[in-house]
């Protein structure tokens, strides 16, 4: 019973939240409910990771619990907040009335799962192109690198970096189509009920099938990995299918976790770490370039 419970969670929480959002009346298909949703099952995966978990090295200790609900907290205001006024819609939005342009609001003729699923794809898709670039561009890897000192992987890992990384890892092209509101929350869900495995300490037997088309703790604990080739692998957020196609997904799966040794970082350092190293690397470059002319100046 056990083995069943642990190969057959995944895929069955999957269609049950898609036949609820689908069949679901519009007196509680609505976003309050869906937050109410995710906070519920997190507290059920936060249980399931007590009674199966994957390493004991990951085991959740208070400090690792009160640091991960404080980003939580901070995801649900700071961040959310600053997307609503600069984030993907306001950007869309800002485009749309510059250029004179509509939305594609063709989509909204589709069936109601298909735009589910293209929300929910051209979303990751953005995310894998972003999440790719800062792994590859110093400036993007910055506030990228504080999520990389993490050591180990709990439900609410996801939501541990720096406010700036949060907010970038969050931008997204939906915001030039057209849904349905229902979409909306069924894309949601099955996000969700996806991505939320990758930063998790329970041990499934998730089916090949699965593993196959979508991201699971295996692959991003290779991502979170101590191994630097390792770590520049499983860039998408929820269908690694997407890395499959591009020849970035790595298959296999790490207990060391983290960056110089596997260190911790405290919380000061993860809000300040991106705007301190940006300000050391121009601070070097600027001496440099200007204290040399400088001394061939006096030499001169």
């Known amino acids: 019973m056990k083995r069943a419970f642990f190969t ?26 869906a937050i109410w949703i995710s906070v519920g099952f997190k507290a059920l995966l936060l249980c399931l990771e007590w009674i199966n978990p994957r390493y004991r090295s990951w ?11 404080f980003y ?12 609503i006024y600069v984030g993907s819609d306001a950007v869309a939005d800002y485009v749309q009335g510059y250029f004179h342009l509509g939305k594609l609001d063709w989509f909204m003729g589709l069936p109601l799962l298909v735009q589910a699923f293209l929300l929910s794809f051209i979303f990751d898709f953005g995310q894998y192109w972003m999440h790719r670039g800062m792994h590859n561009w110093y400036p993007l890897w910055l506030p990228h690198s504080v999520h990389h000192y993490v050591t ?5 890992k996801g939501a541990v970096g720096n406010p700036l990384e949060l907010f970038l890892i969050g931008l997204g092209m939906d915001g030039f189509f057209d849904f349905v509101p229902r979409a909306v929350l069924l894309a ?25 088309l979508f991201n699971t703790v295996e692959h991003h604990s290779l991502h979170h990995s101590r191994d630097f080739e390792a770590s520049r692998s499983n860039f998408s957020n929820t269908y690694i299918f997407i890395d499959r196609i591009f020849g970035t997904c790595v298959d296999g799966e790490a207990e060391l976790l983290g960056m110089e040794g596997g260190r911790r970082m ?34 001169q």
Do not use: C
Not at 8 to 33: D, E, G, H, R
Not at 274 to 283: E, G, N, S, V, W
């Open 59 to 69: 085991q959740l200790t208070w400090k690792e619990l009160v640091t991960d609900l």
């Open 8 to 33: 057959y969670f995944q895929p069955t929480v999957l269609f049950a939240l898609i036949l609820f959002w689908y069949y679901a009346p519009n007196s509680i298909a609505k976003a309050s409910t």
């Open 266 to 299: 405290s919380v000061r350092e993860q809000l300040t770490y991106p705007y301190l190293q940006a300000f050391k690397t121009i601070r070097k470059k600027f001496r440099k370039r200007f204290g040399t002319q400088a001394v061939r100046a006096r030499s």
């Open 188 to 212: 949601g869900a099955m996000t969700m009920a996806i991505s939320i495995y990758q930063h998790i300490n329970v041990r499934f037997n998730t089916p090949k099938w699965w593993r196959y």
């Open 72 to 83: 939580v907290g901070m995801g649900y205001t700071l961040v959310r907040y600053i997307n």
């Open 152 to 156: 180990q992987l709990n439900v609410n």
